[in-house]
């Protein structure tokens, strides 16, 4: 939880801080007393106070020795959402991010697979930026977009539908953080050693990095999206589904971060357009989301696939609430209970996570719509589906449910 809740500060300070760096720059207005070209300046109000800031292109006349350094945010974010990835997905491999239905690794292979793709991830992405595309901005974001598709392709090829989504943003976290890393804090450290010096910086060194942060810029969001993922196993009941899914997420999250940063710097030219393109991307990813899982399937009347008598009994499936009978308990507590129990018999597992039980009749009853969204509509649970539940027991579980709604639904004599 601490570790959580570290990686969530962080990540609010650096994304804040982005975004404020984004709204600052588009807002500078040419001033009189910079020479043109060479620097311009805003104001802003808040908290009762007015503040003058200002940006010198390539190098002011002369140098503040107190320099706040935007980097520890970036910095803390990606060390302690790799502590959290190794953690969770590699410590627990067999829980969250190897399914032996798509392939089945060992936890070291798993982890070293996961580790390998981030390093080369960054390099691939580092020479395209520094290759010819980097020069334009529109191809380098094509590229880019193709790039986070093809690598959400791979990881669900490899990994759990949870596992490739993670892996995806911790990817995209990976290529921000190694922005900061490799490419603007030393370049910034050049610049004030050469004005230190008393020499005029190289402007590349500022366009260079001015480049990376607003590509970090626009990945904020679907970064988040990712990191979030985990806890909506819709975005992730389809392996097939997920790089379209990846490719709409960033897409939108894109054209919405494009908008504010236009929008900040010409309120007449507001795109409105941008919401139109990402609500499409939204509801198409929305759409590719519950067509990917089996209650989807059955809700939109699309082709049962595979799923034996699983999905007609979805379409009736309601909210249960009542206790289950004997069979259906048995079975739950078959496939479920050596987690969600008083005293949990699985290796690593000492409290039934988030405090749900499913070791009797009544604790079932209770969280029926939970075992409706988790086994029924959605195949997340069991993980992995590490004990093996067959798509026929989980059509018994749906028959179960569908029957509590019927008999709930009956009028009273």
């Not at 976290?173 to 900061?180: D, K, L, P």
């Not at 490799?182 to 366009?207: C, M």
């Not at 260079?208 to 970064?223: D, E, F, G, H, I």
């Not at 034996?308 to 979805?314: E, W």
Request: aromatic fraction near 10%; charge should be positive; glycine fraction near 8%.
């Amino acid at each position: 939880m601490l570790l959580r809740w570290l990686h969530i500060v962080a990540a609010m300070a650096w994304i804040g801080s982005s975004f404020f760096f984004m709204h600052l720059d588009a807002s500078l207005k040419r001033t009189p007393d910079i020479p043109a070209g060479e620097g311009a300046a805003a104001w802003q109000v808040h908290g009762g106070g007015f503040y003058e800031m200002r940006k010198y292109f390539v190098a002011p006349e002369h140098l503040s020795p107190d320099l706040t350094w935007h980097k520890w945010q970036a910095y803390t974010t990606w060390l302690s959402g790799f502590v959290l990835l190794a953690w969770i997905y590699y410590a627990q491999s067999r829980l969250y991010l190897v399914d032996p239905a798509v392939m089945d690794l060992s936890a070291p292979v798993a982890a070293a697979l996961g580790v390998g793709a981030l390093a080369l991830g960054w390099v691939v992405y580092d020479r395209i930026c520094r290759s010819k595309l980097g020069a334009s901005e529109t191809g380098l974001a094509a590229v880019g977009l193709l790039a986070i598709t093809l690598a959400a392709f791979g990881f669900s090829q490899v990994f759990s539908g949870r596992g490739a989504l993670i892996h995806t943003g911790a990817l995209m976290a990976t290529w921000m953080a190694g922005n900061v890393f490799f490419i603007i804090i030393p370049n910034q450290r050049k610049v004030v050693a050469a004005l230190l010096k008393g020499e005029r910086p190289d402007p590349s060194l500022g366009k260079q990095a001015k480049q990376r942060s607003a590509q970090n810029n626009y990945l904020t969001l679907p970064v988040v999206l990712m990191m979030i993922a985990n806890h909506y196993p819709i975005l992730f009941e389809s392996k097939a589904a997920i790089p379209l899914i990846v490719a709409l997420v960033t897409a939108s999250g894109a054209v919405i971060r494009f908008f504010y940063n236009v929008r900040h710097a010409d309120h007449a030219r507001s795109p409105w357009w941008a919401w139109a393109v990402a609500s499409v991307g939204l509801a198409a990813a929305f759409v590719l989301a519950v067509a990917g899982s089996a209650g989807g399937r059955a809700v939109l009347g699309l082709p049962p696939q595979a799923e034996g008598p699983l999905v007609a009994a979805l379409a009736s499936a309601g909210h249960g609430g009542a206790a289950p009978p004997d069979h259906v308990v048995e079975l739950v507590a078959g496939r479920c209970a050596m987690c969600h129990a008083a005293e949990p018999i699985w290796d690593g597992i000492g409290v039934a996570p988030k405090g749900v039980r499913l070791d009797t009749a009544e604790a079932i009853g209770r969280q029926a719509e939970a075992i409706r969204r988790q086994v029924v509509l959605t195949h997340n649970m069991p993980p992995n589906n590490v004990t093996e539940m067959t798509n026929e027991e989980r059509g018994v579980i749906a028959a179960w449910l569908a029957d509590a709604a019927h008999r709930d639904l009956r009028p009273t004599p």
